[in-house]
């Protein structure tokens, strides 16, 4: 009677937690070097937003292993597995030095492109650190990924606690060096990440060794491009839905400080909530591969996508019920300017438009992916961010800053619908190369 509730559900949760614990430690982190300054603060910044414009490219790896190595999991094909997690390393260790070398050598231009004075110089000293320790970013992202492709999201979870325990400890030990310590400021803060990422990848890497795939060095090119096309749509999502937030703070930034300020206050906790609808996107992706790999029926398939949507209809619902509702007691805990706290309780009551289509599109998106209809999803997504910032200018003239806010329930609406348009269609009469092989599509999924 349950379906596949409970195996989403249990997939899910730790992707959650994984996902939580990662924003309590950038806030903590944040509140640390807060103590330094302006111009500090700004460097940091300046350093988590290039790292976040990265992931995309990452994701794109890391997305594309765990729905390569599900689907061969599933099909009991460990020769594949094994080609999968040998490609995955490769391209971990090509994509690395491509963007490491790079960003090293031109740290200084790229701070300067953004700040200036203290925080250009702050910044870069944090870049100096950062771009050649990218590597274990990206390997620790690898070897979550190859857990997740056997179904394990526990060990993931486990192993971001514990780094993001380690980078509570480090950070005021090293931003403020306590005692005898050297306060080591900026250049502290990503030395305490890099030390903290370190020992966790050595921690993951031995606990990997006891589910070691064995090595399959034929075929490895063909399979990295296998991961690269299934996992292009998520980072194509992840760094198109960056790019929209970018230029909608810009738009807010022109109604004023408090408007930025409460734009800001509500999208920390907006983040809260819309990671659970993301670590479902992750369990729907997963389990679908899964299926597909198992040559299960279409019906099964198309079974998880209406159990994805329902369980992403109830975190939707509830959280936008939940943001109307308690909207003004938790801007108050951020803030207590009331023209701040003003602006933080509209953006969080608008909320209640938005996150509803917004969850649906985000977790089915994940069974989308992983049966190989990237395509539409993307062309559903990317013109659906377009309708956002379009709606969100034209209301933004007779409804100032709440324009903006509808405006993100006007996108998501919009590529729900698109997404709903899209991909209910009759089904080719053949699969194409890395689509779903055996099993067809879920109600609502075509094939590419």
């Known amino acids: ?7 989403l559900v249990a ?9 939580l614990s990662g924003v ?3 806030v903590v982190g944040t509140f640390w070097v807060a103590g330094l300054g302006g111009p500090a603060v700004a460097a940091v910044t300046l350093a988590g937003t290039v790292e976040n414009l990265l992931l995309g490219l990452v994701l794109v790896v890391v997305s ?7 689907r061969a999991h599933g099909a009991g094909d460990r020769a594949e597995a094994g080609r999968v997690a040998g490609a995955a390393w490769r391209l971990c260790a090509v994509g690395s030095v491509a963007i490491a070398v790079p960003g090293f050598l031109f740290r200084a231009p790229l701070a300067d492109a953004f700040l200036d004075g203290e925080a250009a110089g702050l910044a870069a000293d944090y870049l100096t650190v950062a771009f050649p320790a990218f590597v274990l970013f990206f390997g620790q992202r690898i070897a979550d990924a190859l857990f997740k492709g056997t179904g394990d999201t526990r060990t993931p979870m486990r192993t971001a606690l514990l780094s993001n325990a380690l980078l509570l400890v480090l950070d005021p030990l090293l931003i403020l060096g306590p005692g005898p310590l050297p306060a080591l400021g900026v250049t502290g803060a990503a030395l305490a990440l890099t030390a903290s990422r370190a020992v966790t990848l050595a921690v993951t890497v ?3 060794r006891r589910h070691r795939l064995p090595a399959h060095p034929g075929g490895l090119l063909r399979t990295a491009r296998r991961i690269a096309a299934a996992g292009a749509p998520f980072g194509l999502d992840f760094t198109a839905r960056m790019g929209v937030g970018t230029v909608q703070l810009g738009l807010v930034a022109s109604f004023g400080v408090p408007a930025v ?6 999208y920390r906790v907006l983040l809260i909530v819309t990671m659970a609808f993301y670590a479902v996107r992750q369990a729907a992706a997963i389990e679908a591969a899964r299926l597909v790999g198992a040559g299960a029926a279409a019906g099964a398939v198309r079974a998880l996508g209406r159990d994805t949507a329902r369980l992403a209809g109830a975190l939707g619902g509830g959280a936008a019920v939940l943001c109307a509702v308690t909207a003004v007691p938790l801007a108050r805990l951020f803030t207590d300017d009331p023209a701040v706290a003003g602006e933080a309780v509209g953006f969080l009551r608008t909320a209640g438009l938005y996150l509803l289509p917004y969850a649906l599109v985000v977790a089915l998106g994940g069974v989308h992916q992983a049966v190989g209809a990237g395509r539409p999803l993307m062309v559903s997504v990317l013109l659906g961010l377009t309708a956002q910032l379009a709606s969100g200018i034209a209301l933004s003239g007779p409804f100032g800053v709440a324009g903006l806010w509808a405006g993100t329930a006007v996108g998501a609406l919009v590529q729900l619908a698109l997404l709903h348009v899209l991909t209910v269609r009759r089904r080719p009469a053949g699969p194409p190369e890395g689509s779903v092989e055996s099993a067809g599509p879920p109600a609502g999924v075509a094939r590419r």
């Open 1 to 7: 009677m349950r379906g596949h509730l409970p195996r």
């Open 11 to 19: 997939l899910a949760g730790p992707v959650y937690g994984e996902l």
């Open 24 to 26: 309590v430690a950038s």
């Open 64 to 70: 594309g292993t765990t729905l390569r190595l599900s």
């Open 206 to 208: 031995l606990l990997r």
């Open 261 to 266: 300020a409460g734009y800001g206050v509500g």
